[in-house]
């Protein structure tokens, strides 16, 4: 487990990680999953009516 050495330096973004690098650096990268989404509208879709099959004829 790391340690945390200072509070406050760096001002966090929502949807992003934060790491010190081999060299020292803090380093920000966007993470795959997090954050805030926009909302969007679904988009309603017709329905097509089926097509009924003709029926097959029986054997006698």
């Known amino acids: 487990m790391g340690k945390i050495i ?3 330096v760096v001002e966090r973004k929502s ?3 934060y790491y010190v690098d081999g ?3 803090v380093c920000e990268a966007k993470m795959a999953r997090g954050g805030k989404k926009k909302k969007t509208a679904k988009k309603k879709v017709a329905k097509k009516p089926a097509k009924k099959k003709p029926a097959k004829k029986k054997k006698r």
């Open 6 to 8: 200072a509070k406050g």
């Open 15 to 17: 949807g992003y990680l």
């Open 23 to 25: 060299k020292g650096n």
